[in-house]
């Protein structure tokens, strides 16, 4: 029986099926209303800078300076498995590559001075203080070779070429004898041995001034970067090795022996000498008092040192945040572990960072966040010996990191003392300029660093990464990384000593860790902004300005001679106008506002030409006589007297004296072209365009 509804009965169900109806909609709206918008990239960036603390800073570099650590021993391998445990205790994917390579370790050492009455002197060499019982090594030089020498003591002031000019304008005999000489000048230790060896000198005894007379400076002197055993390839476990008497590890090694001494030591010797007096320059430079005397003699000195190279194992521990939306593209950050002896400056105030920056960026990913591109931390080791752990990563993942890799921003000695000193390649100037408007100087309350840092400074001063001093040196020189190298401070008198503690931090260095936390807010802002913005906020007009800058010295310095400069004039001119054009497609790529595929695909492809343009200075070829570093605009120079500091390929070709002036010249103009095909290679790079 159908049973029909009244129009009353009808009416009352409406209007209930429409107030419920309304009801729900309302609720639901409310709610949306009231939802948290999502979390801009903003806000992760001011939660970062926000969560820092000075204490958990300090608190991470007491426990990785309790003892010392050189690489390859055991409590090296302890620091690097504390380093593994913060990464994995932050739930962060945690990995450890570990590579086999030789290292350099001191067994003996002695040095005694023979006076002319007869009277024999044994000179302390190692710290007051400092025993093997606490583990720190005895000040030598690694890789030195074994052996002994006596001779007359001879002053060569920094070892340079034009002191040993002056040397003999005095009528001072260097040959046969055991060089004396200080630090500085320009040159590695490499370099003021091997110098030495080829005037004939028996050995070297060098010294750091400082203001801790009785410290002393260990390092090593093997040329160039990486295992010695393993040139040009990582350097695995049960990987190829080359012999140890192989005449392409040989060459890497001095062939005469060379040992650091305290500024004490040194005056007691520099004391002794007679002979012609020292140049007025020389004597006025120097920090302490001493006979001003060149000699050599009249006393003799008496030098052995007895060391091993061995094989051991050095441990890279890396934590990966993997990109959300370009996880194949990759912005590092990297510190070295391993030190001399306590490393509380060096490295560990950036290891401390680095730690620092891992629990900053896992209390970011527990509010949401995940960046764009990946990113990886970077805990080397073995970078005292020669950036061993970097280089031999570096060479692994050649082909990846030159495919893939965004940018490398290494920090070393985060904290020396006062002052702000970024190094970078140049498409980071505006970049690292904004960061410091962002974050607090910790020297000045209520001023932010970029304040300070353009006072100090009359402006913005950015050094350039042409040395060969840390790990960026084989992600910029050897696979055209654009990278980044960051200190606070300079120059600190503990350097590589035993002094250099936990205790010189806190009463010396950074007593409150504010410049820790300035440091790490750089470091860690950089990364998030190189990992995060849609487009890279990379700019070549200030590479192509620094390169004009660099042309214009390099005029000054061939004036009168019949090189050419136009090749070089012409690629910065390329490169300038690519540089343009691309700022004018990031900016316009920034206002739109799509997200379809089509948008997302060119702003890829814009991304992929600001990464790959570094890449263009490269050279396949090297630079003449070091192969190795490939990098055209940046590297190191075949003689550290140079007067450039770029363009090392001509650098090099200048400070070369054989041959005919018609000779030189014709290599210098080749190397100048070789640069500027580099330059010509970055631009087009910038472009992405083939050319027809």
Request: proline share 5%.
């Amino acid at each position: 029986m159908l049973h029909l509804c009244s129009p009353l009965h009808f009416s009352i169900k409406t209007l209930s099926f429409f107030f419920i109806f309304f009801i729900l909609a309302f609720f639901f709206t409310t709610l949306h209303h009231h939802q948290k918008p999502p979390l801009t990239s903003l806000f992760y960036f001011d939660t970062f800078l926000s969560s820092a603390t000075n204490s958990t800073i300090s608190t991470y570099l007491r426990h990785l300076t309790l003892h010392p650590h050189l690489a390859g021993t055991t409590p090296s391998l302890h620091t690097a498995l504390y380093v593994k445990s913060h990464f994995q205790s932050l739930n962060l994917q945690t990995h450890v590559t570990n590579y086999s390579v030789l290292l350099s370790y001191p067994l003996f050492s002695s040095v005694t001075l023979h006076f002319p009455n007869g009277s024999i002197l044994s000179l302390t060499l190692s710290e007051p203080g400092f025993s093997s019982s606490t583990g720190v090594v005895t000040p030598y030089h690694a890789y030195s070779p074994s052996g002994s020498a006596y001779g007359n003591p001879c002053f060569l002031n920094y070892g340079r070429e034009k002191d040993y000019i002056a040397l003999s304008a005095h009528g001072v005999k260097f040959k046969g004898c055991v060089g004396i000489v200080r630090r500085g000048g320009g040159l590695s230790r490499n370099e003021v041995v091997e110098k030495a060896a080829a005037r004939g000198v028996k050995a070297v005894l060098m010294f750091t001034e400082g203001e801790f007379k009785q410290g002393v400076e260990r390092g090593t002197v093997m040329s160039g970067l990486g295992d010695p055993l393993s040139p040009g390839w990582g350097g695995v476990e049960n990987g190829e090795k080359l012999r140890i008497d192989d005449p392409l590890v040989m060459q890497r090694f001095p062939s005469i022996h060379s040992l650091p001494i305290s500024i004490r030591s040194a005056e007691i010797i520099l004391k002794s000498l007679e002979g012609p007096e020292m140049p007025y320059e020389w004597r006025k430079s120097m920090r302490y008092s001493n006979s001003g005397r060149l000699g050599p003699g009249p006393i003799m000195l008496n030098f052995t040192y007895q060391g091993e190279k061995k094989m051991a194992t050095v441990h890279n521990v890396f934590a990966v945040i993997r990109g959300s939306q370009e996880p194949d593209r990759f912005v590092l950050l990297g510190n070295h572990r391993d030190a001399w002896t306590y490393g509380a400056v060096d490295p560990n105030s950036g290891t401390a960072a680095l730690l620092d920056i891992a629990r900053r960026y896992a209390l970011l990913m527990r509010l949401g966040w995940n960046p764009r591109r990946t990113i990886i931390l970077c805990s080397w080791d073995a970078e005292e010996f020669g950036m061993i752990g970097s280089t031999e990563w570096v060479e692994q993942n050649l082909v990846n990191l030159g495919s893939k890799s965004v940018a490398y921003l290494n920090v070393d000695c985060a904290v020396q003392g006062p002052g702000f000193f970024p190094s970078t390649t140049p498409q980071f100037d505006n970049l690292l300029t904004e960061i410091t408007k962002k974050v607090n100087d910790p020297d000045s309350e209520g001023t932010t660093l970029y304040e300070r840092w353009t006072t100090a400074n009359r402006g913005i001063k950015i050094q350039r990464l042409s040395g060969v001093d840390s790990d960026f040196a084989s992600f910029l020189h050897h696979a055209g990384v654009p990278s980044v190298d960051l200190y606070y401070g300079r120059d600190f008198p503990v350097y590589h000593t035993a002094f250099d503690s936990y205790n010189w931090m806190v009463n010396f260095g950074d007593p409150l860790f504010q410049r820790h936390v300035a440091v790490t807010g750089v470091w860690g802002l950089l990364a998030l902004y190189l990992a995060e913005d849609p487009i890279l906020p990379f700019n070549y007009l200030p590479y192509a300005a620094e390169l004009q800058d660099y042309t214009r010295i390099l005029s000054k310095l061939l004036e009168g001679s019949n090189i050419s400069l136009r090749p070089i004039t012409a690629a910065i001119q390329e490169l300038a106008a690519a540089a343009k054009e691309t700022l004018e497609e990031a900016k316009k790529l920034k206002e739109d506002e799509a997200t379809d595929e089509h948008t997302a695909l060119k702003r890829r492809i814009l991304n992929d030409r600001l990464m790959f343009a570094e890449r263009g200075f490269l050279d396949a070829e090297g630079l003449q006589g070091r192969p190795w570093f490939k990098h055209m605009v940046y590297g190191p120079r075949n003689d550290g007297e140079s007067e450039l500091d770029f363009f090392p390929g001509i650098a090099n070709a200048i400070s070369r004296s054989s041959g005919s002036g018609g000779e030189q010249n014709a290599a210098i103009q080749h190397e100048i072209w070789r640069t500027a095909r580099a330059i010509q290679r970055a631009a087009h790079a910038l472009k992405g365009e083939l050319i027809t």
